[in-house]
């Protein structure tokens, strides 16, 4: 079993360390916020880029293919970059990256152009998702971090509310180019509150703040049953996630009937509700738990997984009376581990390979996990329906939970310090 080392270096406990971390948490906080808006304006407006551009369920999955094609090949060199260099100006980099392709869509009038505006957006986020993390990591103490990432995630079910309703309301009465052009405006905004206001924090965790990276510590990974774990069921966990955010919208207008903005509103409602509900309860219980087991970090995403199962079912299947309030539930389960798993990934590994360790979970939960379900299911879709595609989730949540309670044998120990280390 590999586990994170005993940390070596003591953390500074002044007021400047914590404001430091506290105006770091809020800013990545908010632009993790911006990075799943504009991501999911897309399913929003989707039945329009379909018919304007006369495309086929299979293709419409293609484009968040190509998107996270862009995205894991680009993670290696983001992990690298993170584990040698300073991250913040490369967040602010990544930041104004987002905001550039969101504007840039005004201009796209092809299929082919469409994939590779959403391809080297995928660049920009994949840079961002592996440095924020790794940065929060070294403000905050290990036994915090389950806390600190379940805020910075609580961005996920917010930001993907508010592109569901930005991309169904201005993408109806203005057209889905409106939507993304809208977007592009407040990542740009805290890419400049970044570069005036946060701090690059000292690297912590061994004593040696340009601790070498060598092929012989990456290659550890491979062998850290706790890293593989946690990256191996946040992918199936993925897949299903994924998927259901991708297709929901349409499900809604096809199966239930509604008109574009009135199920981009009801799936943004539910999404911020349930979702941001889900994240905070599930933050709070793997704390709870983690003071009694080591384990809890695994044990609350693997019970996230399974108990997702049921509702789905319903939300799927089921008259079209109980496919909200099923949904509603659904989304709230799954939203219960993503603040843990992410604390467990960073937990299992040392201090100098976190930026290494962010990329191989993005690069895993991507390649085996969203960025082939929209396409799988559109195959289905197209073969069948809309409710036999989707249901090739609920395979994926079983494997997740799986995955996760056969993890939980290796969790590491958690360390318990005070305070958050200084900014350097």
Not at 8 to 13: A, H, W
Not at 118 to 131: D, K, N, R, V, Y
Not at 253 to 263: H, L, P, T
Request: proline fraction near 5%; aromatic fraction near 10%; charge should be positive.
């Amino acid at each position: 079993m590999t586990t994170a080392p005993t940390t070596g270096t003591k953390p500074n406990l002044n007021s400047s360390a914590v404001a430091g971390a506290t105006v770091a948490l809020v800013l990545l906080t908010a632009m993790n916020f911006v990075n799943y808006l504009d991501r999911y304006i897309l399913p929003a407006v989707q039945e329009q880029v379909k018919g304007e551009f006369r495309l086929s369920d299979d293709q419409i999955g293609s484009l968040t293919l190509w998107f996270f094609v862009a995205y894991v090949l680009s993670s290696p060199i983001t992990g690298w970059l993170g584990d040698r260099f300073p991250r913040k100006p490369m967040i602010v980099i990544a930041a104004l990256a987002i905001s550039a392709m969101n504007f840039l869509t005004a201009s796209v009038h092809g299929y082919m152009s469409l994939n590779v505006r959403h391809a080297m957006l995928g660049i920009g986020e994949a840079s961002f998702g592996i440095f924020a993390p790794a940065l929060l990591a070294d403000f905050y103490a290990e036994d915090r971090r389950n806390t600190v990432l379940t805020i910075f995630n609580v961005a996920i079910p917010v930001g993907a509310a508010l592109g569901y309703l930005v991309g169904g309301m201005i993408g109806h009465s203005h057209g889905w180019r409106m939507a993304f052009i809208a977007s592009a405006v407040p990542g740009a905004v805290i890419a400049v509150l970044i570069l005036l206001f946060m701090k690059e924090p000292r690297r912590t965790g061994s004593g040696d703040e340009k601790a070498v990276v060598d092929k012989a510590s990456v290659a550890s990974l491979l062998v850290n049953k706790a890293y593989l774990s946690s990256i191996l069921g946040y992918a199936a966990v993925t897949f299903s996630l994924g998927g259901i955010s991708w297709w929901m919208v349409s499900f809604l207008q096809r199966v239930n009937g509604y008109s574009q903005d009135r199920a981009g509103t009801i799936m943004g409602g539910i999404t911020v509700v349930c979702g941001l509900g889900g994240t905070v309860c599930g933050g709070v219980l793997a704390q709870w738990w983690s003071k009694r087991t080591n384990k809890a970090l695994y044990l609350v995403p693997a019970l996230s997984a399974v108990l997702a199962v049921p509702p789905a079912v319903l939300c799927f299947f089921g008259p079209k009376s109980v496919t909200l309030p099923a949904l509603g539930v659904a989304v709230f389960l799954i939203f219960l581990g993503t603040g843990p798993v992410n604390a467990a990934t960073l937990n299992a590994v040392p201090a100098n390979l976190r930026a290494t360790a962010m990329a191989g979970q993005l690069f895993a939960i991507h390649v085996f996990g969203d960025a082939f379900s929209p396409k799988i299911i559109g195959l289905v879709s197209d073969h069948s329906n809309l409710r036999v595609g989707l249901g090739v989730t609920l395979i994926t949540f079983v494997l997740a939970a799986i995955i996760f309670f056969n993890g939980a044998r290796f969790a590491p120990p958690l360390e318990h310090t005070i305070e958050a280390p200084g900014a350097a």
